[in-house]
RNA sequence: GCGGCUGUGGUGAAGUUGGUUAACACACUGGAUUGUGGCUCCAGCAUUUCGUGGGUUCGAGUCCCAUCAGUCGCCCCA
C-alpha cells in the first residue's frame, strides 16, 4: 500500500520552494507600490458566502468543497473575492479604511473540477479587490498591477482583452435582446448552446462549436445597448489604459460567468501558442452588488485573480531564471576524531550571517569533498585532529585553490576579508 | 461530468507476433587514491519486478477487464 496526494492536488517540494518564495516577493513587492494591503481571510467559510442565491452555475453547484461537522455548512474557499469582501462588510472597513480599500491576498484555493495542466484541485491564487469608489481609473490601475506582476517575471507577450458589460439597466436589455435574436435559431445551434440560452445567454456568443454559425455573427451587439452613462465610463476607462501605456483590444464577447459582474470586465492572456488552455494569466471585473450583499453599504468595488501556478508556468517558459534562493557560503569537513569542532566552526560562520553546514556521518575526504561541491560550497573547510589539537582549520576557496590555516577563532573574519575582495 | 492518449529503477527511457537473465544513458554508493574533491577506470545499483487489482494462458511488461494517477480536448471557469 502506497499513498500519494490526492488527485489535483501536489507537492512542493524543496527545489520548487525557492521558485515559489521569489513570486511571493515580487507580488508583495508590486502590491507594495500601488499600495494595497494583504488581508487574510479563512480557507473556509459558511457555504453561503460562496454559493450565493441566483447563482445556480456548476460552479455552485458541483465544484466547491463543502462539509458539514454538525454546526453548519461550510465551504473550502474556491476563490477570494467572496471572503475579502465578507471581512470588508463584517470588520465595516469602509468605517475605518480610506476608500477605495485597496486589498490582495494570496493563498491555496480549492475546486472539485477535473484536473488538467496548470488547473489543480487545490491551486494558488493572487487577486485584488479595490473597494468602495466607482471610478473608471481605478479599473485600469488594477490591470496595470497585474501587468506589473507579470512583467516582473519576464511574462511579455501578452494580450490584455478587455469589454463592458454595462450597467444593470445595460444589460438586462442585452439579455433580452440576445434571447429573442437566439429563439428563432436555437434548433441549429449545439446542445451546449441550448443549456447557455436558458443559463447564461451571453456564453453563446463564445461557442467553439458555433462560433461561425450566421445567428451568432448576425447577434446584436453589446455596445448597441450600452446606456449613455455605461459608454461614458468605459471611454474612460480605455483612455486610462492609454495613460498607462498599456495596449488593449477590445473583444465584445468576452463575458463573465457570474451575474453580479457589471461594467469592465478584463482578460489578460499570454500570446505564447503553446499555452493552450492556460493562455489567461489574470481576469477580472466590476462588480456592483457584492458588497451589499454581505451587509455593506451599496458601493461597488473591482479586482483580478491571477493563478500562480500558471504565472510560474508562464515565466518559465518565457525563459525567466529563477535565483533558486540562498546558497551554500562554507561546508565544514571534519577527519578523524575532532569531535564538536566542526560544529563549533559552523556557528560562527552563522553567527556571522553566513551560511554553513557541516558533515555528520563519518565518510571519507572525498565523499565529503563530493558533498561540498554538489552543494555549491563557496568556500570549504578542513579540519583533521591536527588542527583541532592546535585550534586551527584550514580554508579553502574552491575557485582558484587557495588555501590558508588560521585560527578557528577568526574564521569569520577571513571569510569576509575573502567576501569583499 | 464526457471523450482521446499515457503509466517500466532516483531520472530519461529500450523492451519485436506474449516465451524463460527487463537494454542503454545519467544520477547515486563504494573502491583504485585510508588527509585535499571536480577527469579516468572498476564494482554495485528494478533479484517473483514493469501504477494498482483481477482475468486469459503451460507462460504476460507485452492480451482482456476494472481501478488509480497524469496528460490533451469538451463542459465549466467564481
Redesign the pocket.
Known amino acids: 500500500m502506497s499513498y500519494?496526494t490526492?488527485?489535483?492536488t501536489y507537492d512542493i517540494l524543496p527545489d520548487e520552494v525557492a521558485k515559489w518564495h521569489e513570486v511571493e516577493d515580487i507580488i508583495r513587492r508590486t502590491c507594495d507600490r500601488y499600495r494595497y494591503k494583504e488581508i487574510r481571510t479563512p480557507y473556509f467559510e459558511s457555504t453561503d458566502v460562496?454559493a450565493r442565491e441566483g447563482d445556480s452555475?456548476?460552479?455552485?453547484n458541483k465544484?466547491?468543497y463543502t462539509f458539514n461537522m454538525g454546526d453548519g455548512s461550510f465551504t473550502l474557499r474556491?476563490?477570494g473575492?467572496?471572503g475579502a469582501i465578507r471581512a470588508f462588510d463584517q470588520h465595516k472597513l469602509y468605517g475605518s479604511m480610506e476608500m477605495p480599500a485597496k486589498l490582495y491576498y494570496m493563498g491555496p484555493m480549492f475546486?472539485h473540477?477535473?484536473?488538467?495542466?496548470g488547473r489543480q484541485r487545490q491551486f494558488t491564487q493572487f487577486g485584488i479587490e479595490a473597494i468602495g469608489i466607482t471610478n473608471p481609473e481605478i479599473d485600469a490601475e488594477t490591470i496595470a498591477l497585474g501587468v506589473d506582476v507579470a512583467k516582473a517575471l519576464g511574462i511579455s507577450s501578452v494580450k490584455v482583452a478587455i469589454n463592458t458589460l454595462g450597467d444593470d439597466e445595460s444589460r438586462a436589455a442585452y439579455r433580452a435582446a440576445l434571447k429573442e435574436h437566439f429563439a428563432p435559431h436555437i434548433q441549429d445551434l449545439c446542445p451546449?448552446c441550448h443549456?447557455?440560452y436558458e443559463q447564461?445567454p451571453l456564453?453563446i456568443l463564445d461557442?467553439?462549436?458555433d462560433h461561425d454559425h450566421p445567428a451568432l455573427l448576425s447577434a446584436p451587439k453589446l455596445s448597441d445597448y450600452l446606456t449613455d452613462a455605461s459608454r461614458e465610463y468605459f471611454n474612460r476607462v480605455l483612455n486610462s489604459l492609454d495613460a498607462l501605456g498599456i495596449d488593449y483590444e477590445v473583444d465584445d464577447r468576452l463575458v463573465?460567468?457570474?451575474d453580479y459582474y457589471t461594467h469592465t470586465v478584463y482578460e489578460v492572456i499570454s500570446t505564447r501558442p503553446e499555452s493552450?488552455?492556460q493562455a489567461t494569466i489574470f481576469?477580472g471585473g466590476r462588480y456592483d452588488h457584492l458588497v451589499e450583499y454581505f451587509g455593506g453599504p451599496e458601493v461597488s468595488g473591482i479586482g483580478f485573480?491571477m493563478g500562480m501556478e500558471r504565472l510560474i508556468m508562464l515565466a518559465e517558459a518565457e525563459g525567466y531564471q529563477f535565483s533558486g534562493g540562498r546558497g551554500l557560503d562554507a561546508y565544514i569537513i571534519g577527519?578523524?576524531n575532532v569531535g564538536s569542532a566542526p560544529l563549533g566552526v559552523a556557528q560562527k560562520l552563522r553567527a556571522a550571517g553566513y551560511t554553513a553546514e557541516t558533515n555528520f556521518i563519518p565518510?571519507?575526504?572525498?565523499?565529503q569533498?563530493?558533498s561540498?561541491?554538489?552543494n555549491g560550497a563557496k568556500y570549504i573547510i578542513?579540519i583533521?585532529?591536527?588542527?583541532c589539537a592546535a585550534g586551527t582549520v584550514?580554508v579553502?576557496r574552491?575557485n582558484d585553490?587557495a588555501?590558508v590555516t588560521v585560527p578557528a577563532a577568526e574564521i569569520a573574519e577571513l571569510i569576509t576579508k575573502w567576501e569583499e575582495e
Open positions: 500519494q490526492p488527485r489535483g460562496f452555475s456548476d460552479m455552485v465544484e466547491m474556491p476563490e473575492t467572496a475546486r473540477e477535473r484536473p488538467q495542466k451546449d443549456r447557455r447564461n456564453r461557442c467553439k462549436v463573465r460567468g457570474l493552450g488552455s481576469g485573480g577527519l578523524g565518510r571519507s575526504l572525498k565523499a569533498f563530493k561540498a561541491e554538489r578542513i583533521g585532529e591536527d588542527e584550514n579553502k574552491p585553490k588555501q
